[in-house]
C-alpha cells in the first residue's frame, strides 16, 4: 500500500526555518517525482514546488511565491522528501502536503497525498 | 502564469441529480487537466487525470470532458459521499495551478 506521511510541521516564528519531511513507502520511491502543495486556512490548493525522480536528474522547479526561499530535495536511501523552508513569513501559514507524482504518458498528476502538516508562522 | 477559473465557486445539489463543474485555463493546455476532491479535513484525491481519464478505484459516475480551453467534470447520481470541495489543476506548464474550488453542497 502507498503511504506518504509528512512530519516536522508547527509553530515557528517569522524569519526563522523549518524542514519537513515526506517519508514514503509501499512504492519504489526513488523513481517518482515527489510535489509539495500547500492549503492556507479556509482557501484553495497552491502548488509550491516539485523534485522530479531519478529517471529525470532529481531536477526542481518552484512557484515563484517561495523560489529563493523554500528548498525541496530527496534522500532516496531512506525513502525521504524534504522541505526545507527559510526566510518564513506569516503568509506561508497553511497545512503542507506532499504528493506522488502520477504519470501516464506525458501527462502529470498526483495521485497519492500525504495527510499534511500544519505550518504556523507567528511571533 | 496560467490562471485557471472555476465555475461555479459552490452549488447545491439534491442526492441522486447531476452536477457540472467548469475550469477554463487562461491559454492553450492541451489535456493537462486533472480533478480532485477534497473532504473537509483530508488530502485531496485524485479522481481525473489527462482531462479524461479516471483514476483507479473512482466510480465512473465522475466523467471529464475537454472543449478548447474549458474542461467539466460531471458527477451523475450525487451520493452523500460526494458533496466535497472540487479542484481542476493544470499540469501542462509549472507553476502548476489549481482553480479556486468548486464547493458541493446538498440542497
Known amino acids: 500500500e502507498v503511504q506518504l506521511v509528512e512530519s516536522g510541521g508547527g509553530l515557528v516564528q517569522p524569519g526563522r526555518s523549518l524542514r519537513l519531511s515526506c517519508k514514503g513507502s509501499g512504492f519504489a520511491f526513488g523513481d517518482y517525482g515527489m510535489s509539495w502543495v500547500r492549503q492556507a486556512p479556509g482557501t484553495g490548493l497552491e502548488w509550491i514546488g516539485f523534485?522530479?525522480?531519478?529517471?529525470?536528474?532529481?531536477?526542481?522547479d518552484y512557484a515563484a511565491s517561495v523560489k529563493g526561499r523554500f528548498t525541496v530535495s530527496r534522500d532516496d536511501s531512506k525513502s525521504v522528501a524534504y522541505l526545507e523552508m527559510n526566510s518564513l513569513k506569516t503568509e506561508d501559514t497553511a497545512v503542507y502536503y506532499c504528493?506522488?507524482?502520477?504519470?501516464?504518458?506525458?501527462?502529470?498528476?498526483?495521485?497519492?497525498w500525504g495527510q499534511g502538516v500544519l505550518v504556523t508562522v507567528s511571533s | 502564469d496560467i490562471q485557471m477559473t472555476q465555475s461555479p465557486s459552490s452549488l447545491s445539489a439534491s442526492v441522486g441529480d447531476r452536477v457540472t463543474i467548469t475550469c477554463r485555463a487562461s491559454q492553450t493546455i492541451d489535456s493537462y487537466l486533472n480533478w480532485y476532491q477534497q473532504k473537509p479535513g483530508k488530502a485531496p484525491k485524485l479522481l481525473i487525470f489527462?482531462?479524461?481519464s479516471l483514476e483507479g478505484g473512482v466510480p465512473s459516475k465522475f466523467s471529464g470532458r475537454k472543449s478548447g480551453t474549458d474542461f467539466t467534470l460531471t458527477i451523475n447520481n450525487l451520493q452523500p459521499e460526494d458533496f466535497a470541495v472540487y479542484f481542476c489543476q493544470q499540469t501542462y506548464t509549472t507553476p502548476w495551478t489549481f482553480g479556486q474550488g468548486t464547493k458541493v453542497e446538498i440542497k
Open positions: 523534485i522530479r525522480g531519478k529517471p529525470f536528474s532529481e531536477t526542481t
Open positions: 489527462a482531462a479524461y
Open positions: 504528493s506522488r507524482h502520477k504519470s501516464s504518458g506525458v501527462f502529470r498528476s498526483l495521485d497519492y
